[in-house]
C-alpha cells in the first residue's frame, strides 16, 4: 500500500460509470462539513486550506478530467451551498480532506500514541461519531438500549434502515442499501453461514454475529479506492456511521480487516461485517 501515484491507479482503474455526477443533499452535506472539518481542524501541526485545495484540483483534473470552481473548498467548510454541490465534487472534497488529515498523522505520528494505522482509523472513528450524531438527531432515531430480545432486534433494523434511507435519498448512495443479517460466504477459508433469527442467539452464544452490508454506487467509491492504493487507508463515511449506531448499543460492529475497496462492481461494494459486543 501507498506505493502507488493517484495517476497511476486513476490510470489502472478508473470509474467510467461516475462521469455523470448527481446532486448531493444539503442536509447529507451539512452535517458531513461539520464531522470532517471540525476533525481535520483538530489534527496537530494542521496549516491552512491551500493543500486541500490543491488535492482537490488534482484530484478533479485526473479522475473526471474537470477544473475545481471557484471556492468549492471554502463553501463546504463553511456549509454554503446555494449552488448544488455535485457527487464527483464531494468525491474531491472527501478525498482531500483525508488525505491531508492522514498524511499529518504520518509525519507527526511520533507524537500519537498507537501505531499510524491505528491513528488513522481512529480519525475515520471521530469522524463517523461526529456525523452519526448529527443524523440521529435529524432523523430522531429510537435506538434499543440493548440487544436482549426480538423486540431490539427489531428496532436496529429500523434504525440501521432509517439511516440507509437518508443516505440514499441525499445522495450519498445512487443506487440501493443493505444491510442484511442473513449470510452464506466464503470468508478467511471458512464459510460463514447464518440466518437471521440466528443472529442474537450466535450473538449471546458465541459473542459474535455477521451482517453484510451493501452499497449500490457509494459516491465516495473512486476515492476509497485511490487512497487505499495511494495512501493505505480509506473514509468509510457511512460504514463508521454504522459502527457508532452499534456502538451506542453497547456493541463493536465493523467491516472485518482485510476488507479492500478495489475488485467490487461500483453497484454492489459489499462488507463483511463481524458484530461482539463491546468490552467493559
Request: proline share 3%; with cysteine; glycine share 6%.
Amino acid at each position: 500500500m501507498g506505493q502507488k501515484t493517484l495517476n497511476q491507479i486513476v490510470e489502472e482503474q478508473p470509474f467510467s460509470d461516475y462521469a455523470d455526477w448527481w446532486n448531493m443533499g444539503h442536509a447529507f452535506l451539512g452535517f458531513m462539513s461539520e464531522a470532517i472539518v471540525s476533525q481535520w481542524s483538530q489534527l496537530d501541526h494542521n496549516g491552512d486550506l491551500g493543500l486541500v485545495n490543491s488535492h482537490v484540483s488534482e484530484y478533479l483534473n485526473v479522475v473526471y478530467g474537470r477544473e475545481a470552481r471557484v471556492s468549492l473548498v471554502e463553501n463546504f467548510v463553511d456549509k454554503t451551498f446555494s449552488q448544488p454541490m455535485q457527487s464527483g465534487e464531494f468525491d474531491a472534497l472527501s478525498y482531500a480532506f483525508y488525505r491531508s488529515a492522514f498524511e499529518l498523522i504520518k509525519n507527526h505520528i511520533e507524537e500519537y500514541d498507537n501505531s499510524l494505522e491505528r491513528e488513522r482509523r481512529l480519525f475515520t472513528k471521530r469522524v463517523g461519531k461526529v456525523f452519526f450524531g448529527q443524523v440521529h438527531s435529524h432523523l430522531n432515531l429510537k435506538l434499543p438500549a440493548d440487544l436482549n430480545d426480538d423486540h431490539d432486534f427489531l428496532k436496529l433494523k429500523e434504525c440501521i434502515q432509517q439511516v440507509g434511507t437518508f443516505l440514499k435519498a441525499e445522495g450519498y448512495l445512487r443506487d440501493h442499501f443493505n444491510f442484511l443479517f442473513t449470510l452464506d460466504v466464503e470468508h478467511a477459508n471458512r464459510k460463514i453461514v447464518q440466518a437471521e433469527s440466528e443472529f442474537l442467539g450466535d450473538l449471546k452464544r458465541n459473542g459474535i454475529a455477521y451482517a453484510m452490508y451493501e452499497m449500490g454506487y457509494p459516491v465516495i467509491l473512486p476515492s476509497a479506492v485511490y487512497l487505499y492504493h495511494t495512501i493505505g487507508e480509506a473514509q468509510h463515511h457511512s460504514s463508521r456511521t454504522i459502527e457508532e449506531l452499534f456502538g451506542l448499543i453497547g456493541y463493536d460492529a465493523q467491516e472485518t480487516d482485510d476488507f479492500d475497496p478495489t475488485g467490487f462492481p461500483s453497484d454492489l461494494v459489499v462488507e463483511l461485517w463481524e458484530i461482539e459486543p463491546l468490552q467493559e
